[in-house]
Structures are given as structure tokens and as C-alpha cells.
């Protein structure tokens, strides 16, 4: 049913991978400072419909993938850049005002972030294009080493990212929970990711 050499090489090479924080892990961590643990495990939700994303275009066409990196990742970075911003301003205007979003908006928001933050990072679809394909061996069924290989990065990505934001809040909560406003730390991190993906988006649109 699988192979134990490419079975072992692929958890090896995830846990390479998912070692190495990215958007995700800065968009999780602000969303659980904002809206504590619940708020980080939506986000987690999010990034894992990303990555199933992510996962079902590898399993059905490479070439497909390779056409979503270079044609359609440019702007749907920018426009999953756009909404976070807007998710950090929302922050701010929650600090001025001393309100907050409703949480049923609140999470739905948070739940869709999260997932433009995955499925438009760069870093995951390198590894789907590069890597993934190298670990399915032709002489199993390629639908069950996908989907073996699929919940194993799933769980791994998953346990990273709520890893890394749960001691970055213990941290920074510890730090600032006497004089620094979470709305004001949390706009500042949004702001700063949204802005990061829109200006990748736009230096890789064709022609820029």
C-alpha cells in the first residue's frame, strides 16, 4: 500500500518543512491574541482547507498546479493580502472604539483568512509542485498514498502552527498584559502579513 522508504522520507521532509514558521504561523498567532485559543484553532481550520486545496490539485494535475502558481497565485495572494489587512484595521478600529466583532462574523472571517493565507503561500506550493510528486511511488495506488501523505502533512502543519502561536502567546502575553493593547499588537501583525502577501503577489503578476 505504500512504500516505507519514500513513507519515512516524506514525515522527515515535513517536519523540515513545517519547522520553519511562515504566514500562517504570524496569521495564527494574531488571531489567537486577538481572539484566544478558539480564533487560533479556526485559523488552523482555515489553513487546513488551504492545504487540502493545495493537496487535491497535486493528486489530480501537476500541470494544473504549476498553472495556478504562475497565473492565479499572484492575485489571489494580493486579495487574501487585501482582507487581511482589512482584518487588521478592523483591529485597530476595535481599539479605538473598545467594540468587536460579533463572534459568528468573527470566526467566519478568521476561518477564510486563514485559508487565503495558506493557499496563496508561496512556500506550500513549492513544496506541492517540487516535493510532493516525488514521494508517490507508481507501483501503489496513487489515491491512497495521497491521501496517507495528505493527513500526515495536515497533522504535522496543524501541530505546528498551533505549537508556535500558543508559546508566542504565552510569551507575549506574559509580556505585554499591563500596558500593550492585544488589539493594537494584533492589528499591527495583520497589517504587516496582509502587507507582505500583497507586495509578493504583485512583484510575481506577469509583466512586473
Known amino acids: ?54 493537496i487535491a490539485v497535486a493528486a489530480s494535475s501537476l500541470a494544473t498546479l504549476l498553472a495556478l502558481s504562475d497565473v492565479i497565485l499572484p492575485p489571489l495572494q494580493i486579495a487574501g493580502g487585501v482582507f487581511i489587512v482589512w482584518m487588521g484595521l478592523q483591529s485597530f478600529a476595535a481599539m479605538r472604539n473598545g467594540t468587536t466583532l460579533r463572534a459568528t462574523a468573527a470566526n467566519k ?48 502543519d496543524a501541530l505546528s502552527i498551533i505549537g508556535y502561536a500558543l508559546l508566542t502567546m504565552h510569551t507575549v502575553n506574559r509580556a505585554t498584559s499591563r500596558w500593550l493593547n492585544p488589539h493594537m499588537l494584533t492589528g499591527t501583525g495583520l497589517t504587516g502579513v496582509g502587507l507582505t502577501m500583497i507586495v509578493k503577489g504583485y512583484r510575481a503578476l506577469p509583466g512586473t
Do not use: E
Not at 489553513?47 to 493545495?54: E, F, K, M, Y
Open 109 to 156: 472571517v478568521t476561518f477564510w483568512a486563514g485559508f487565503f493565507a495558506c493557499v496563496s503561500n508561496p512556500k506550500a506550493i513549492v513544496f506541492f509542485v517540487a516535493l510532493f510528486p516525488a514521494f508517490i511511488s507508481a507501483d501503489h495506488s496513487v489515491l491512497v498514498q495521497t491521501l496517507i501523505y495528505g493527513a500526515i502533512f495536515l497533522v504535522l
Open 1 to 54: 500500500m505504500m512504500d516505507p522508504a519514500l513513507l519515512i522520507a516524506f514525515i522527515t521532509t515535513t517536519l523540515l518543512f513545517v519547522a520553519a514558521p511562515g504566514p500562517s504561523v504570524a496569521f495564527a498567532t494574531a488571531q489567537g491574541l486577538k481572539h484566544g485559543r478558539r480564533g487560533l484553532f479556526i485559523t488552523v481550520a482555515g489553513d487546513g482547507l488551504g492545504t487540502i486545496v493545495h
